[in-house]
């Protein structure tokens, strides 16, 4: 019920970015989410904190109003009375911040008065000092002035220097120019470092304020972080469902997986829809073939579409998929040897699938039908007959204890393990059977070969390689039976491909015909139709004929003649 529902919410927002493309979070706004956690951690505001919430109340009122426009039925998180306080904070913190990130003289009325006031005291020093530099011009490096420490200085020449006439703030990194302030500018610089003073205790006050406001209110800005997060987070599940032609699937109520051309993200267009059904007809299936043709990332795609479909989320596969919610998920894949636990490659596989296998143990007897293990290579690592032999025993183990399973292998043993474990099936990574190159589809019913000779060949190795390979002529019986099965089964198909475009060509002509000859049907009754209506027209005129020599005295020689020569021309005609 909880993945039915956020499912429901999904398609909610997904109907909603249909609507509005614009509905969403820009990159330069999304940058700002992480200030409000800042914010509620320090309770305490910066300018550039302020600034940052203020861009995240601008879009979160900007994203609610086009909600609103589109009539959107998603819950915005905040109630009617919270978003008329988030409009306040929004034209409140406008009114203070500046163009900048820094504070606006208009934030209040003390700060503005100071601001004048240093603005007119900076503006006299810089006469005083261009008057100084012009007076004092052999002194000077060049002619400009800077600040130092806070304080206006200018740049006298080492040489020239008098200690009686200056104070020195710093030095260039030559050693030649001294950033000195004049002893008669001392008073000046003061009286601005004061104003300076003022001005940033009259900044932190105001931030000092809006702080304490919005603390108050700090349950507002979570809502505020969840409405934002949820729109940036929906509008990426979105765009990627769009990007990789993704589908709901139909979460059913008993325990089967039915995936329908799934299609791995990562791969893009290269990628090769496979199917995959696990369901209690089917409770395991034994996935074999070419190295490098696909088993690995089929079975991937199978965990990753079971993950996403649990999520609430649309899978890349076709519609129509099935996802049942299972209680316990078990995904073995790739090397997780561990050092420092002394841990090789088999051994850590071991610890896991033991882990797993103990927990699927103790689950109740209707969770363990709901359970779903996806098993990569678990014979490698070890000897190759021990190896198969124990994956065996755990596929037997799940099997019984009606867990559904999708291993993988390239074990001649576990290639056969249908005639020793009832309910397992197997299937297998196609390959062109001329070329030997994989073709990434998977065929049910039977294994298929590792053909991993053909694969060193193709790869390049040094030609001795290759040709002990073919000279070794090694004992491969079940690998050569699996390749002229598949090779039979290749054959099959293109026969079959053959007749079915054979009786298309039938079926075609055997319509064309048909159509034909209710096309000459119709034209001989519309002929027949045509002659009748003449017949009935002739009759009428020998009907009108009577009827008028009826009327004619006996005898009457004019009517016989018109007569006569009527009857001649129907018979004329007949």
């Given amino acids: 019920e909880q993945v039915l529902q956020r499912q429901r919410e ?66 915005t998180v905040l109630q009617e009375k919270e978003w008329e306080k988030v409009k306040r904070w929004h034209f409140e913190v406008k009114q203070v911040l500046g163009e900048t990130t820094g504070l606006s003289d208009t934030a209040s009325p003390l700060l503005k008065e100071i601001r ?65 302030e004049p002893y008669e500018l001392v008073k000046w610089n003061n009286e601005r470092q004061a104003l300076t003073a003022r001005e940033k205790e009259e900044e932190e006050r105001i931030l000092r304020e809006i702080s304490e406001t919005f603390w108050e209110e700090r349950e507002i800005w979570r809502k505020i972080r969840e409405f934002l997060e949820k729109v940036n987070v929906y509008r990426a599940f979105y765009e990627f469902s769009r990007a990789h032609s993704c589908h709901f699937p139909t979460i059913v109520d008993k325990p089967q997986w039915n995936l329908i051309g799934m299609r791995h993200p990562l791969l893009k267009e290269k990628a090769v829809p496979v199917s995959i059904r696990l369901s209690e007809e089917t409770p395991a299936l034994i996935l074999s073939g070419p190295n490098s043709g696909g088993k690995t990332v089929s079975l991937k795609t199978l965990g990753l579409c079971v993950v996403m479909g649990c999520c609430g989320l649309p899978i890349p596969a076709e519609p129509g998929s099935e996802i049942f919610v299972p209680s316990f998920l078990f995904v073995q894949v790739g090397d997780e040897q561990n050092i420092e636990r002394d841990w090789s490659a088999f051994t850590a596989r071991l610890y896991r699938l033991k882990e797993a296998l103990h927990s699927l143990q103790q689950t109740p007897e209707e969770g363990k039908k709901m359970a779903i293990f996806l098993l990569d290579e678990p014979s490698a690592g070890t000897h190759p007959e021990e190896g198969a ?125 048909e159509q034909k000859k209710e096309e000459e049907y119709q034209k001989w009754r519309r002929k027949m139709h045509q002659e009748l209506e003449q017949v009935r027209t002739a009759l009428s005129e020998v009907k009108k004929w009577m009827s008028e020599w009826k009327k004619q005295p006996e005898g009457s020689a004019e009517f016989s003649s018109r007569m006569k020569e009527k009857m001649e021309s129907l018979q004329e005609w007949v």
């Fill in 116 to 180: 004048q006031k240093k603005h007119l005291l900076e503006e006299n020093i810089r006469l005083f000092l261009s008057r100084w530099m012009e007076e004092n011009r052999e002194e000077m490096q060049e002619f400009l002035c800077t600040l130092r420490s806070g304080r206006y200085v200018v740049p006298v020449r080492m040489d020239r220097f008098d200690p009686h006439k200056y104070i020195v703030h710093d030095i260039s990194t030559t050693g030649k120019t001294y950033f000195s």
């Fill in 389 to 513: 032999i124990f994956a065996e025993a755990v596929l037997s183990f799940l099997v019984r204890h009606k867990a559904k399973v999708l291993l993988t292998t390239h074990s001649s043993l576990l290639k056969s393990s249908h005639n020793r474990i009832a309910g397992v099936e197997h299937a297998s990574m196609g390959f062109d059977p001329v070329t030997l190159q994989p073709t990434f589809q998977i065929q049910m019913g039977i294994p298929g070969p590792s053909l991993a000779f053909p694969l060193i060949q193709r790869m390049g190795f040094p030609e001795e390689i290759s040709s002990y390979l073919k000279e070794s002529n090694p004992s491969l019986f079940m690998e050569e039976v699996l390749h002229s099965l598949h090779r039979l089964r290749e054959e099959y198909r293109h026969l079959e491909e053959h007749w079915r475009r054979k009786n298309e060509e039938l079926e075609r002509e055997k319509q064309q015909w």
């Fill in 10 to 75: 999904m398609k909610r927002w997904f109907s909603l970015f249909q609507k509005g493309e614009e509905i969403c979070l820009s990159p330069t706004v999304a940058e700002h989410l992480p200030c409000i956690e800042q914010f509620l951690t320090r309770r305490s505001l910066d300018e550039k904190i302020l600034h940052s919430l203020f861009l995240l109340l601008k879009e979160a009122l900007f994203l609610r109003n086009r909600m609103l426009a589109l009539q959107a039925e998603n819950d």
